[in-house]
């Protein structure tokens, strides 16, 4: 059978729609187990990418650039004809298309849908391998950086650790023979202070460590939080650094920083023998520098040296003025390394808790003995297991049936309650209310407490009689209407009259009640 592009489209909407509440029920997970969080984020995140595939293709097919889409609905509408040369008629191509459908379904025979429900979708994606990156002892599943190479990379490179030493004017360590102590923890306050790193000694070897932090970083934000969308965010960062290197606001970049740097820097270095002034290049050891002298390289600058010192006042002036003698190629390169740095002090705010964690870490590492340490480990390692044994053990509490052989009532566990606590409370004892239409209550105090609810409030008034205090532990219609009687006539009695009870006094001073009263003041006895 050809695929129908309206078929197409509607597949991929309905395998989008699933997929979508594949991952609201990962996210339903997320919150019940958040232990397995990140194993969830990222298979939320695989589940996105699958469903903006499909969204790509039922796009494609709504663009209809083809118009492949316009013919089938042509062909349904009966304007066009399946078989070219044919006249166009609704009910052929419907038959047609009938045919087609019979002969597909015949030459594949119990062939499943390729629609497949939310559970599968998960599923699936859980099930893979891949689906949980790696991560080291240090990291912890995510928690905290693993950063000791690049440290040492960084320590490596002397020239730089004593800049950044002294930009953050740290002590020397009196444990260390006059070395300056930038330690672990200090590296990773100042891991995005590269700014404050002297132009002259970003060399290859600064741009190599800055290329691999930066690589770190941006491969541990997309393996501990994959639902960040980390191509928007640095593309952002990007237009951002354009932005500021157009107008000459980059950090450490701008061109008075590079002036002032560029004078301290030559001044500093011109002291130093390793130093080739010609090449603007700060060699480590006496032998490379000395290989380095004969070069044609460093001839040619030498050369180029020696020209310059020769130039008219005019053009020395404007050098001078501009401070400015970097080639096109040093340019383009310095712009990249700058592009690098502020890519590298973004993911450094988006990093901020995990670096704070890390180094809350490495303090609580250092104010514990190894002893210590280890069996806080097992510890650790104890409760987690306990964790997945409660976990196992739930699942398999609520796929077993509820033993329940005395039919006790269920707590607020679903479970039932223990079999002391329903002989406490008088539960198996049953009481019945005929006021109620025989209403059975276990237990004393559902029994006491139903004299207020609506089920017996309603009986009360189709006997249209008074729920009042009065009626309490009466359950029965007759004893209730008898009572009933038997108040209003002590209410009758009780109540006071005013004929009777109502007294009145003439002018000779005799008592009377008002019924006397009015006789004799009729009679004009009075």
Same mark, same amino acid.
């Given at each position: 059978m050809s695929s129908a592009v309206l078929e197409l489209a509607r597949s991929s909407q309905e395998e989008i729609e699933n997929i979508e509440k594949a991952i609201a029920k990962a996210l339903a997970k997320k919150a019940d187990k958040p232990k397995d969080s990140l194993l969830y984020d990222h298979a939320i995140s695989k589940l996105l990418t699958q469903a903006q595939a499909r969204s790509k293709d039922a796009l494609d097919i709504y663009a209809d650039e083809d118009n492949a889409r316009k013919e089938e609905l042509a062909i349904l509408a009966g304007l066009q004809s399946t078989i070219p040369g044919r006249p166009a008629d609704v009910w052929t191509n419907f038959y047609d298309r009938v045919r087609d459908i019979k002969e597909y379904h015949r030459r594949f025979a119990g062939q499943l849908p390729e629609s497949h429900d939310p559970d599968w979708h998960l599923n699936s994606v859980l099930e893979r391998h891949d689906i949980m990156p790696f991560f080291s002892g240090e990291e912890g599943t995510g928690r905290y950086l693993d950063l000791h190479d690049l440290y040492m990379k960084f320590t490596n490179l002397k020239r730089v650790r004593e800049a950044l030493e002294d930009r953050l004017k740290i002590k020397r360590n009196s444990r260390a023979l006059g070395e300056r102590y930038f330690d672990y923890t200090t590296y990773l306050k100042s891991l995005d202070r590269l700014h404050d790193v002297p132009r002259q000694l970003k060399d290859k070897a600064y741009k190599a460590y800055v290329t691999e932090l930066f690589n770190y970083l941006k491969g541990f934000v997309e393996r501990s939080d994959p639902l960040v969308d980390l191509q928007k965010m640095l593309t952002q960062t990007d237009a951002e650094f354009e932005q500021k290197w157009g107008s000459d606001d980059v950090p450490g970049w701008t061109s008075s920083e590079l002036q002032t740097s560029n004078n301290e820097d030559q001044m500093e270095l011109r002291k130093d023998p390793l130093y080739c002034v010609p090449c603007k290049k700060l060699f480590t050891k006496d032998s490379v520098f000395q290989g380095h002298l004969p070069g044609k390289k460093h001839q040619k600058a030498v050369q180029e040296l020696q020209k310059s010192s020769f130039a008219a006042p005019g053009a020395s002036m404007t050098t001078t003025t501009n401070g400015? &003698?970097? !080639? #096109?190629?040093?340019?383009?390169?310095?712009? +990249?390394? =700058?592009?690098?740095?502020?890519?590298?002090?973004?993911?450094?705010? !988006?990093?901020?808790?995990?670096?704070? =964690? !890390?180094?809350?870490?490495?303090?609580?590492?250092?104010?514990? !003995? =190894?002893? +210590?340490?280890?069996?806080?480990?097992?510890?650790?390692? =104890?409760? #987690?297991?306990?964790? +997945?044994? #409660?976990?196992? &053990?739930?699942?398999?509490? +609520?796929?077993?049936?509820?033993?329940?052989?005395?039919?006790?009532?269920?707590?607020?566990?679903?479970?039932?309650?223990?079999?002391?606590?329903?002989?406490?409370?008088?539960?198996?004892? #049953?009481?019945?209310?005929e006021i109620c239409g025989d209403y059975s209550y276990w237990g004393r105090r559902a029994f006491e407490r139903h004299f207020q609810e609506w089920r017996h409030a309603y009986g009360m008034r189709r006997l249209r009689i008074p729920n009042t205090m009065h009626f309490k532990e009466i359950t029965g219609i007759q004893d209730a209407v008898a009572l009933y009687e038997k108040l209003k006539v002590e209410t009758d009695i009780a109540q006071f009259k005013a004929d009777n009870e109502q007294e009145y006094e003439d002018s000779e001073g005799n008592v009377m009640n008002k019924k006397t009263f009015e006789d004799l003041r009729r009679q004009g006895l009075l």
């Open positions: 400015d &003698s970097r !080639t #096109e190629e040093e340019k383009k390169d310095d712009k +990249e390394l =700058a592009r690098l740095e502020n890519q590298i002090r973004r993911l450094r705010e !988006t990093l901020g808790d995990v670096i704070q =964690a !890390t180094m809350n870490q490495i303090e609580k590492k250092q104010s514990r !003995t =190894a002893t +210590e340490w280890e069996a806080s480990l097992e510890e650790a390692e =104890a409760a #987690e297991e306990d964790i +997945e044994i #409660e976990e196992e &053990s739930e699942d398999e509490d +609520e796929d077993k049936p509820i033993y329940n052989p005395k039919n006790l009532p269920l707590g607020w566990d679903g479970k039932p309650i223990p079999y002391w606590l329903y002989k406490l409370h008088g539960l198996g004892i #049953e009481y019945k209310c």
